[in-house]
């Protein structure tokens, strides 16, 4: 079947499918792996130090996958940025910027503050950019920035968390009426059914985080793996991390670890989720081979 929405005619890609960024393991090898499974890769540029390393990175991806694919710039919000002299803000980027733009990469997301100057650059130089935000406040304010689309992430996900955190549903759902540019639904997602359903939400396409991270090519421990598919989700501590906020600035994986029960490549679990959503559409009597919701 094809799969058509708004992002992947804007992009170019397969499928309505997007990575999330990741600290430490969002790299050439896992992004590039996504994208040639279809979905839109990405590689997070908080991982790289230098601009030689940074540069090199993106030579790699360009030898590893002829696909699209994305740099992420995860922006320490200022309130922690005090705490730490090497946070990433919005300045220390502009050097990778102007590497990744002249090395052709098209698309960009931005993530955990407001990016603004950023997002102008890329506004001036035609490229795409992807504004991930957690509350819809913050979404239609990067809509009026001039953003492309917006990844709003559910409290069941994982991430920075805001103490005004909606669910996934109540986000992409409002965000359908109040914003006019794709909407891309991150949060809690890790099956067929968790895809199908924000589409029908109004979603363009779904960002994966915490469900892909038991994937072969992703390079945390075979131990955090074992632990993400041996997770009780409903166990309490790990309840009250994800949705009473006792998540503080970890990064931990979130609810949608429910769904994982083994190591697979990543185009086993792209494969699975279209063709199980596809099954499931078929079902619901839909017999076309386009789905067209673009
Ligand atoms: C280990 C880990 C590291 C992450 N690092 C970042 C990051 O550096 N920047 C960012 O914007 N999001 C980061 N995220 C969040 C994901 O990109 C994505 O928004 C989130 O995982 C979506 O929720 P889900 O895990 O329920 O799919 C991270 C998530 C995990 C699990």
């Known amino acids: 079947m094809i799969w ?22 969002g790299r050439a090898e896992f992004a590039a792996a996504f994208s040639n499974a279809g979905g839109l890769g990405i590689i997070t540029a908080l991982n790289y130090n230098t601009n030689k390393v940074f540069q090199n990175e993106i030579d ?20 922690m940025a005090k705490k730490h002299p090497k946070a990433r803000t919005e300045e220390t980027y502009i050097e990778f910027l102007d590497i990744a733009i002249e090395a052709g990469v098209k698309i960009f997301t931005t ?7 950023i997002g102008k650059k890329l506004n001036d ?14 979404a239609i304010s990067a809509e009026k920035s001039g953003a492309n689309a ?54 363009d396409a779904v960002c994966f985080g915490t469900a892909i991270m038991a ?7 075979q131990n955090y793996k074992k632990k993400l598919i041996n997770q009780d989700i409903f166990e309490e501590d790990f309840y ?32 699975n989720i279209i063709k199980e959503a596809e099954n499931i559409l078929n079902s619901w009597g839909f017999k076309g081979n386009q789905l067209n919701i673009a």
């Not at 058509?4 to 393991?25: C, D, L, Q, R, S």
């Not at 993530?111 to 100057?117: G, I, T």
């Not at 994937?215 to 421990?221: A, H, W, Y």
């Open 111 to 117: 993530s955990a503050y407001q990016a603004n100057e």
């Open 60 to 79: 790699k991806m360009k030898n590893l996958t002829d696909k699209p694919f994305g740099v992420n710039f995860s922006i320490m919000p200022p309130i």
């Open 150 to 203: 917006i990844t709003l992430v559910g409290v069941e996900g994982t991430g920075f968390k805001n103490p005004l955190q909606n669910t996934t549903l109540v986000n992409v759902t409002m965000a359908k009426k109040l914003l006019s540019i794709p909407i891309i639904a991150a949060g809690g997602i890790g099956d067929a059914r968790g895809f199908l359903a924000a589409l029908a939400m109004g979603a």
């Open 215 to 221: 994937t072969k090519e992703c390079g945390v421990s």
């Open 125 to 138: 130089n035609g490229c795409y950019w992807f504004h991930k935000c957690t509350t819809l406040k913050h």
């Open 240 to 271: 009250r991390q994800i949705f009473h906020h006792e998540l503080k600035d970890k990064s931990i994986y979130s609810m949608a670890a429910g769904h994982i029960d083994k190591v697979v490549s990543l185009k086993e679990f792209i494969d």
């Open 4 to 25: 058509k929405t708004n992002i992947t005619e804007m992009i170019g890609i397969k499928y309505p499918i997007i990575m999330g960024a990741f600290a430490g393991v």
